[in-house]
C-alpha cells in the first residue's frame, strides 16, 4: 500500500492491524500528514521562551517533554545562528520523551549506550548540569563522531564520547552506572513518514534480526547496571516483538519492575511515534568502585594554569581531572574511570592546546561556558551582522572595545557563547574553527 509517497510493506500493515485492532484506520490516516518537526531547548544557554523570541515566535510547546518545542515544516531553525550556538537541538517530540522518563539528576553516573546522534544524551546531559559523568557510546564510527560533534557544540562538558562494543564496555564497567539509556538500534517503523526509504529495508527478517541484538544489547546493560539502578529501553519502532516481548524477555531473566512502559503512536500524539519501558533493579542497592583516572596538576603547566587564572572568575569551574594528551588538556568529569584500552572520541571536554610557550583555549571550552564565567566577553545582539561574519570565520571590528585590554575574549551572542577570540586594538582575531564554518 502507497500513502502519500509511503510505500508500507504488507506483512507490516499485517502486524500493525493486528496489533491495533479497531485504531488500525486512524494509524494508517497518520501516513497522510507529514512529519511532524521539533527541537530541544538547551537550558544550560537558555530558555525556550527566549529561543522563541529569537527565532521570529514560530514555536509551539510540545505537550510531550517540558524542554521540546514544535515547528511546521517550512522554518528552518537548523539553519539559524543560535542552532550552531548549541541554544537547541533538532529533535522530533516523540523521541524527547524517553530521556525525560529516566530522571537524570545532577551527580549521576549516566550511560547512554546507543547514543547517536545524540538527542538523548544531550537531554542527560542537560539535567546533570555539569556534575556526575555521562558517557556517551556509539558503535559506528561515523555515527559516533557526528555524536561527538553534538555534544561538542551544545557544551556538554562532563560528557565522554566512546566508539565500542556493548560487550567490551560491559567488561570495563561492571555494575558502575546509576541510569542506563538503551534507544535501541530497531526496524524503525516510526521512521517511515520522516524517511520513506526505511520502508524498503523493513522485512519480518529483519525485525528477528534487530529484536536478537536489541536483548543482547540489554544483557550487556545490566551488567553495567548498579544494583538498585535504573534502565530506560526505548524504540522507533511500533513492533511489538522488539518493544513489550523484548522487554517480557528481559523481565524473565532479571529481577527488575517496571515504573512506566509506553507506546507513542502517530496517530495519537503530535510526533513520530516512540516506544520506552523504564525499568527499576531490585537488586540491593551497593556503592561500586572502578579505577579512576589519574589526572595532573595544572600548576605543572604554567602556560595553561596563567591563562584560566587570568580568564576564569572562578578556578572552579575547571575542577575535575585534568589529562594531557600531546599537547591537548582535557578535562575529565571529577573521579572518572579510567579510561584506558577503550576506543574514546571525546575524553570529557578539552580545554586547548599548548602552542610555542602559550595556551590556545578550544571551541569545546568556549561552548561550555557562560559570559558570568569569564572577565572579558564581547556579547552580541541578535540582528548583529557580526555574528554570521563570526561563524563564517572573519575577523571582526569591536569598536565598543575601544581602549580595552587587548587578549582572549569569550565571543557571545545574546549571552550564549559562539567561540574564544583574540583581540588586537579593536579587532578580533577569528578562532572559530575552520570546519565549522559556513554561511547562514
Known amino acids: ?31 497522510e500528514k507529514s512529519s511532524t518537526h521539533g527541537l ?9 521562551e527566549n529561543i522563541n523570541k529569537l527565532l521570529g ?13 514544535v515547528y511546521d515544516e517550512d522554518k528552518t531553525p537548523g539553519k539559524s545562528a543560535f542552532h550552531e550556538m548549541g541554544a537547541y537541538y533538532i529533535q522530533e517530540p516523540s523521541a524527547s ?49 557526528i555524536l561527538s560533534e553534538n555534544i561538542e557544540r551544545m557544551g556538554i562538558k562532563n560528557a565522554v564520547v566512546t566508539c565500542e562494543d556493548s560487550a567490551r564496555l560491559a567488561d570495563k564497567f561492571p555494575a558502575y ?7 535501541a538500534p530497531c526496524s524503525g517503523e516510526g521512521m517511515f513518514r520522516k524517511n520513506p526509504d526505511a520502508c524498503n529495508h523493513w522485512s519480518v527478517e529483519n525485525v528477528n534480526m534487530c529484536k ?14 548498579r544494583p538498585g539502578g535504573n534502565l530506560l529501553y526505548s524504540t522507533c519502532t511500533f513492533d511489538y516483538a522488539e518493544d513489550e516481548e523484548v522487554v517480557n524477555e528481559l523481565l524473565e531473566k532479571y529481577d527488575l519492575t517496571i515504573i512506566k512502559q509506553e507506546k507513542l503512536w502517530p496517530h495519537k500524539i503530535y510526533g513520530e511515534g516512540h516506544f520506552m519501558c523504564h525499568l527499576k533493579d531490585n537488586r540491593e542497592s551497593v556503592v561500586i568502585d572502578v579505577p579512576e583516572a589519574i589526572g595532573i596538576d595544572l600548576k ?13 572568575n572562578d578556578m572552579s569551574i575547571i575542577e575535575g581531572t585534568i589529562v594531557k594528551h600531546g599537547d591537548n588538556l582535557n578535562l575529565l568529569p571529577n573521579k572518572c574511570p579510567d579510561l584506558k584500552g577503550l576506543k574514546v572520541l571525546r575524553a570529557g571536554l578539552n580545554l586547548g592546546v599548548i602552542k610555542k610557550n602559550r595556551f590556545e583555549p578550544s571551541y569545546s571550552l568556549a561552548k561550555s561556558l557562560q ?46 557563547p559562539i567561540a574564544f577570540g583574540k583581540l588586537s586594538n579593536t579587532s578580533m582575531k577569528n578562532h572559530y574553527p575552520k570546519g565549522l564554518r559556513k554561511n547562514l
Open 371 to 416: 559570559p558570568m564565567d569569564v572577565n572579558k566577553v564581547l556579547d552580541l545582539k541578535a540582528m548583529d551582522e557580526r555574528i554570521n561574519a563570526y561563524i563564517r570565520g572573519e575577523q571582526i571590528e569591536c569598536p565598543e572595545l575601544d581602549g580595552e585590554k587587548n587578549g582572549w575574549y569569550l565571543v557571545c551572542a545574546e549571552n550564549m
Open 40 to 48: 530541544i531547548v538547551n537550558t544550560n544557554k537558555t530558555t525556550g
Open 212 to 225: 536478537k541484538r536489541q536483548l543482547e544489547i540489554l544483557d550487556n546493560a545490566m551488567k553495567m547496571l
Open 300 to 312: 605543572k603547566i604554567p602556560e595553561a594554569y596563567s591563562f584560566f587564572k587570568e580568564t576564569l
Open 1 to 31: 500500500m502507497i500513502i502519500n509517497n509511503i510505500n508500507l510493506h504488507d506483512e507490516f500493515l499485517e502486524r500493525m492491524k493486528d496489533l491495533l485492532g479497531n485504531e488500525y484506520n486512524d494509524f494508517l490516516k497518520s501516513y
Open 57 to 69: 515566535g514560530y514555536l509551539s510547546k510540545s505537550q510531550l517533554c517540558d524542554i521540546s518545542y
Open 177 to 183: 552506572f546509576d541510569k542506563i539509556m538503551v534507544d
Open 97 to 145: 520523551v524517553s530521556a525525560m522518563e529516566l530522571n537524570v539528576t545532577p551527580g549521576d553516573r549516566v550511560l547512554d549506550l546507543c547514543a547517536a546522534p545524540g538527542g538523548k544524551s544531550i537531554q542527560m546531559g542537560i539535567k546533570l548540569q555539569g556534575k556526575g559523568i555521562l558517557i556517551s557510546n556509539e558503535i559506528m564510527p561515523d555515527r559516533c563522531k
